[in-house]
């Protein structure tokens, strides 16, 4: 999303952001919306009754994802603690989401392609924590 | 979003979504995120008591767009009379949001960008109405 | 919610919103959980494979919900065209759940009680819809 | 809200939520609304500069109560790990934003009244957290 980039640079505070916080928020975006369709074919299929943990992990991930990816979409006065705690939630989230989805994968090409967009984003959330320090 | 032609793709219903729902999600999540950054951004200029109305329209276009970009994410048992009403709601808040955007463009560049974001997404929610007829 | 009238009598506009607005936004937090919690025991059920259509319009009315509540706990620039727009989709949203989950009533409790919180908030949509006259 | 007590009631599921459960999921409903009404307030306020902080702290826990109602709204398939995480960012939005509202709650009622709601749903964040072991 070119709207990334350049919202970041026109924002009137000091610095733009770290390049791990506009690959995080980028990560965000696509892991929700692969979950939210991801529950949505799941509840298409004529399994559905083998699907309810997948559709449960899509939906707390596609909130989780939301809402890290909003508060990565704000710099004014930034609460890094609180970040901090959004993303290890979000890295949960996408971690079990992945997991469900992977045991599906074979058989449903959905969660293959959500799987991924979960390990995608969980690397991103995770790379977030190291790069900002509890003390931040 | 490579993510939402493999997720639209590989969907259990009979026939994957037409190109103007792709591209209306596409542009809903791209406005979605430029309107919660320039709220970001207004709420941080020195003028931000001139930039109260720009706030929240960009709220307001912000939550209709992500509520837009979860319809168009599911496939399953659409209610085609509830998409054009939210379609139509997506739009009045862009083009309100595109409006007073426009105004303080030549001031704050972050403006002028979420302007972009605005009129694309009302663009494509005005297509969509066009394309899906109140019959269906 | 005894929070509700707090916040709108302290807030520094003019005027309080009116008793249509209150009584609006406390239906939709209302509906907005019923309507989460509706999908969420449909999921749970036996039946699952029957219930695709509730799950679908439960999520498509939360998410209205949600959207409408937060419009109306906002009172700073207000835009009524736009707020109409939304409690027009608001209003489809709860009457389509609400006839789906009458057809599962006598069977599924829960199904019963969310559409007695979907009756009620489209009411409250429409009774806001008809005294905010569209010149406002 | 009686539809909480009713829906868990109804629910499929073997047993309903504990009161820890539902007071935190009640708590989390009135503390997002009170945020999102409080950054409102704020955006009104003559000297919205000196409350960029206090709207921004608003913004995050409004986001997070809301992710966390509908995560407690849910009980199929529940993962307590991640629900763990989302309490204790919950807890902490919460602590910050009534932190900060208490700093303005002699010149600002509306931020009074926030606090409370923040201390209350951060209260109950913490006792669902000592209620649920970390290994359950």
Known sequence: MQAIQDMFTLHPSAAPPSSAVRDCLAACLE??????????????????GNLRRCIRRNADCADLCEVLGRALSRQTELDWALLRAEANACA?????????????????????????????CAKHCRRLLEQTPPSQ
Chains 1, 2, 3, 4 share one sequence.
């Open 31 to 48: 892991c929700a919306f692969a979950c939210t369709a991801c529950a949505d074919a799941c509840l298409a299929e004529a399994a559905v």
């Open 92 to 120: 949960l989230a996408c971690e079990a989401c992945a997991g469900e989805c992977e045991r599906h994968a074979s058989m449903h090409e959905h969660c293959r392609v959500c799987a991924l967009a979960c390990r995608e």
